[in-house]
């Protein structure tokens, strides 16, 4: 085995007991002290609450260093299929070792917080991380889907102002329900096009044969697997900014009726 091999691995366990440690001990503490209402938390949003706090912790690591290689990285920009930044294998490592820890969780409370949709989510891709780790291909393509996780805080955040009882109208959840629409467009949904069209420039060429029939078809499979849930997401998220937006102009149009205003 050799020492990349080791150092690649080596990531995984780390990550996953990094995670694990985050989501057991260090949220507990934490989040006490940043939010008072924590503790007034039943048990199962305190499990949902830590699991968040782990999410949003890996999505900002992962993210932040994929926007950094995806900007950055010569060998992944010149090459994004062969290319093998040392950097992005290690990223992929630590959310491969997130995921894993993900899943765990997930499945030890599963009546509380288990969801198929993340099932499906986290299997898939680490079925195509492990090509990344194991054959060093597609490892700029893989970072690049890690942009994705750049919209996870907002969404994390969204539940904590909900589970904290933030009024759905109170200033600082209307501007983080805009910031996590336009931010999930920009890195899970406007990134759809340019990305399929790269993947169907680069079809049939000599760097493209050389991934192998296998390896192929699973970057295809997994990536619209992965693409048709942020679609589905993506609607769901856009029908409620609309109802809040909605909300908000009937509420002022209201308002305005009381003070006598016609504006």
Known sequence: MDTNTILLISTCFASFFTFQVIFHIISYWFSAKISPGFNN??????????????????????????????????????????????????????????????????????????DKYFVIHHCTALYAYHFILKDGV?????????????????????????????????KANVINGILMTVVFFIVRIASIPPFYGYMYSVFGTEAYVRLGFLIQFSWVATCVVLDVMNVMWMIKISKGCIKVISLLRQEKARKSLQNGKLD
């Open 138 to 170: 597609l490892v700029y393509i893989g970072n690049f889907r890690l942009l994705a996780e750049l919209s996870s805080p907002f969404v994390n955040q969204r539940w904590f102002f909900e589970a904290l009882k933030y009024p759905k109208f109170s």
């Open 41 to 114: 938390l039943n048990f199962k949003k305190k499990i949902e609450w830590n699991s968040r706090v782990v999410s949003t912790c890996h999505s900002l690591l992962v993210g932040v260093v994929g926007l950094y290689i995806f900007l950055f990285d010569e060998a992944g920009i010149a090459d994004p299929l062969w290319g093998d930044p040392s950097l992005g294998k290690v990223n992929v490592a630590i959310a491969s070792g997130y995921l894993v820890s993900d899943l765990l969780i997930l499945i030890w409370y599963w009546k509380v917080i288990g």
